[in-house]
């Protein structure tokens, strides 16, 4: 018998999770995209957070809820606006990747106020570091795996 108390032992399981075994996909518009297309790739795709690339499939910013609706209250052709003048650009973004330990996103989210991360995998090209966008992790996903422990304690 170890001696440890049941609350040591829920720690060091909660310690043990990965955002690989919890990410979603990745939702992802083109930084030429309009303002007008990523809110109807929003709806479509039910997300709260739309990750932006470029032509190479690289990261280079990240579109929230309420980055879309400042753009809306404006008067400017949606349209004919590009994602990339109202996104939180790079090098401004926080990201993860799967290895990283859910309860250090979670402390992340809630340090930087924010909804969610992009999961990705660093690329080196022309000397420079890039990121491939691999999946989402979000409040969502955490949610769950809290829901996933609870359950587990009861099986
Ligand atoms: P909302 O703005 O809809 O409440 P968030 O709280 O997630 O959603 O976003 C707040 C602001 O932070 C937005 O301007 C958004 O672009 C930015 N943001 C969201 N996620 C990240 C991230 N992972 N890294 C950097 N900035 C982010």
Avoid at 5 to 25: I, N, P, Y
Avoid at 49 to 68: M, Q
Avoid at 75 to 90: A, N
Avoid at 128 to 154: C, H, P
């Amino acid at each position: 018998y170890t001696g440890k108390t049941g609350a040591q032992l829920f720690s060091e399981r909660l310690r043990k999770l990965t955002v690989k075994d919890f990410q979603s996909l990745p939702v992802v518009v083109n930084e030429s995209s309009s303002v007008y297309d990523a809110i109807v790739t929003m709806f479509l795709e039910d997300v709260g957070t739309l990750f932006v690339v470029n032509a190479e499939a690289h990261l280079v910013g990240i579109l929230s809820r309420k980055d879309l609706l400042r753009a809306s209250i404006g008067k400017q052709d949606l349209q004919s606006v590009p994602v990339s003048i109202i996104m939180t650009r790079m090098p401004n973004i926080t990201m993860c990747a799967s290895d990283d330990l859910l309860i250090d996103v979670a402390s992340l989210l809630i340090s930087k106020q924010i909804d969610g991360l992009p999961v990705v995998r660093e690329v080196k090209m022309d000397n420079a570091v890039k990121y491939e966008v691999l999946g989402r992790i979000t409040k969502t996903n955490i949610t769950k795996a809290f829901v996933q422990m609870a359950s587990d304690e009861i099986h």
